[in-house]
């Protein structure tokens, strides 16, 4: 079955650690996205990306960084520089960037700072 | 004024009843607008989608546009148990040749056995 696969579920950082969230697509999408949910806050824009070797900030890229090698991959890494990061944090896949049809959402991860 | 605004409820409703869930935006280039359904602890995941004004039905789900107003609107018939979860509204403009999607912050809807 197709979908998007992110990983791990649960995610514990220390305090000045780089962590990496995994999301990988089988959907074949072009577009894919980063969010991140926090509660009574919505959904906000991390990073997107339209095609592959290229991406753009969204809303509160600061303390982030992706890079998107491969169609289906798009990782995303908390940096030490993110001071508030856990929040439950999804990626998003789209048809193409028109994004008429709406997101697909992987599983989400929950990262807590410790 | 933010964006897409969602009353944050709970909106209680008896099973069997219609529940009718709001959403208000604020840019009138506004193209598409969403309605996903997430279960608490889960991911969003997407139940209908309007483009353009009037109705729109897909089984015991319709989803109502009024860009006039600037209202997208979501109405469950005979609402189940099953469907409590919160329900966020999406809405979908080109912003600087890039769709941009932004979120409301969702209305927590329980359905009452």
């Known amino acids: 079955d197709g979908g998007i696969t992110q990983s791990p579920k649960y995610l514990f950082r220390k305090e000045g650690q780089n962590v990496t969230l995994s999301c990988e697509q089988n959907?074949?999408?072009?577009?894919m996205y980063w969010y991140r949910q926090d509660p009574g806050q919505g959904l906000r824009l991390i990073y997107y990306?339209?095609?592959?070797?290229?991406?753009q900030k969204g809303d509160i890229a600061e303390g982030y960084s992706v890079s998107r090698e491969k169609k289906e991959s798009f990782p995303l890494t908390v940096t030490s520089a993110q001071k508030n990061p856990t929040a439950f944090y999804l990626c998003?896949?789209?048809?193409?960037?028109?994004?008429?049809?709406?997101?697909?959402f992987g599983s989400g991860t929950r990262l807590t700072v410790v | 004024q933010k964006e897409v605004e969602q009353n944050s409820g709970p909106l209680s409703v008896p099973e069997g009843a219609i529940a009718s869930l709001n959403c208000t935006y604020s840019?009138?280039?506004?193209?598409?607008f969403f309605w996903y359904r997430q279960y608490s602890g889960k991911s969003p995941e997407l139940i209908m989608f309007?483009?353009?004004?009037g109705d729109k039905e897909d089984g015991r789900f319709t989803a109502q546009l009024n860009k006039a107003s600037q209202y997208v609107s979501l109405l469950i018939r005979d609402s189940q148990p099953s469907d409590s979860a919160t329900y966020l509204c999406?809405?979908?403009?080109?912003?600087?040749?890039?769709?941009?999607?932004?979120f409301g912050t969702g209305t927590k809807l329980q359905v009452i056995p």
């Open positions: 998003a896949s789209s048809i193409g960037t028109a994004d008429l049809d709406g997101y697909t």
């Open positions: 959907l074949n999408h072009d577009a």
């Open positions: 990306s339209q095609i592959v070797n290229d991406f």
């Open positions: 840019d009138r280039g506004s193209q598409s």
């Open positions: 309007i483009y353009s004004n």
């Open positions: 999406a809405v979908n403009r080109n912003s600087g040749g890039y769709q941009k999607v932004t």
